[in-house]
Nanobody
Framework: VQLQASGGGLVQAGDALRVSCAAS????????MGWFRQAPGAEREFVAS????????YYTDSVKGRFTISRDNAKNMVYLQMNSLKPEDTAVYYC???????????????????WGQGTLVTVSS
């Protein structure tokens, strides 16, 4: 599967933004999907994940209640709705796909075999 993230931009603290990830291929619903982010000088960190049919979602603590991951298998799309953005949310956001589930939450980047190119989200204070 090939992934392409889009929708990043420059916003102010408190604003909302939705980033999207388009997937190629006909087997999109067989992949669990995740969003990760990487700030300058930091390691890539888990943000959220969603199971194949969207029945379960997982979030890192710092975004719970503010971010929502969703997917549309008919359109081969996964989304990350980000509300109440903070300057510390500034990062390049990557979508990722995994076919073989090792952990329910999918928080470990090594579990993902497919990555998009990333989209930059900058939150100004």
């Amino acid at each position: 599967v090939q992934l392409q993230a889009s929708g990043g931009g420059l916003v102010q603290a408190g604003d909302a933004l939705r980033v999207s990830c388009a997937a190629s291929g006909r087997a999109f619903s067989t992949y669990t999907m995740g969003w990760f982010r990487q700030a300058p000088g930091a390691e890539r960190e888990f943000v959220a994940s969603i199971t194949r049919l969207g029945g379960n979602t997982y979030y890192t603590d710092s975004v719970k209640g503010r971010f929502t991951i969703s997917r549309d298998n008919a359109k081969n799309m996964v989304y990350l709705q980000m509300n109440s953005l903070k300057p510390e949310d500034t990062a390049v956001y990557y979508c990722a796909a995994r076919q073989f589930v090792r952990s329910p939450s999918g928080h470990d980047p090594s579990e993902y075999g497919y990555w998009g190119q990333g989209t930059l989200v900058t939150v100004s204070s």
